[in-house]
T-cell receptor
């Protein structure tokens, strides 16, 4: 069975600081991995995804993530936080096309000035 | 670009009432998924449809049913509503199995259901 663990339910950074949101997964098959962002009272927006190929993937708004199979990790990073990055971030895994997404518990990112 | 449309956006019901949520996928997407997100929780998969047939089933209560119609829109029917059904219900769609980005699910804005 697949599962996702997001370490840290709440991360606080200063504006301009590095953002690091941690995600570890468990999967019996090569996983498809995703990061979604959710702003208050809004839907889920895809930030980036890994399916195959290059293990460092770049997404929207300056975010990127690296798939590390040996560590079963898919951590999300951004070099410099902006106030507008404050939101809830979900890591998710699936078996592939047409299959359900399994989400982590989410990490709330706060950005202070 | 066109997005997933969900209606209504907000719904208030009494216990034991019924509710119907609608989802209109992105054009040319033939797979639809339903998720439930309780307050402060992560989204939980309920059910999915591919080409109008149920393709996968998650933690959907027996009181809920869903279907996908010939125009690919989907409806989630919820009966005998309970207080615990209060949540945000998301619909997502993805392209067909031969489509580009077939593994990516695009989410709608959600329907917020409040059961009193």
């Amino acid at each position: 069975a697949q599962s996702v663990t997001q370490l840290g339910s709440h991360v606080s950074v200063s504006e301009g600081a590095l953002v690091l949101l941690r995600c570890n997964y468990s999967s019996s098959v090569p996983p498809y991995l995703f990061w979604y962002v959710q702003y208050p009272n809004q839907g889920l927006q895809l930030l980036l995804k890994y399916t195959t190929g290059a293990t460092l993937v770049k997404g929207i708004n300056g975010f990127e993530a690296e798939f590390k199979k040996s560590e079963t990790s898919f951590h999300l990073t951004k070099p410099s936080a902006h106030m507008s990055d404050a939101a809830e971030y979900f890591c998710a895994v699936s078996d592939g096309a047409g299959t359900a997404l399994i989400f982590g518990k989410g990490t709330t990112l706060s950005v202070s000035s | 670009a066109a997005g997933v449309i969900q209606s209504p956006r907000h719904l208030i019901k009494e216990k034991r009432e019924t509710a119907t949520l609608k989802c209109y996928p992105i054009p040319r997407h033939d797979t639809v998924y339903w998720y439930q997100q309780g307050p402060g929780q992560d989204p939980q998969f309920l059910i999915s449809f591919y080409e109008k047939m149920q393709s996968d089933k998650g933690s959907i209560p027996d009181r809920f049913s869903a279907q996908q119609f010939s125009d690919y829109h989907s409806e989630l029917n919820m009966s005998s509503l309970e207080l615990g059904d209060s949540a945000l219900y998301f619909c997502a769609s993805s392209p067909g199995l031969a489509g580009e980005n077939e593994e990516t699910q695009y989410f709608g804005p959600g329907t917020r259901l409040l059961v009193l």
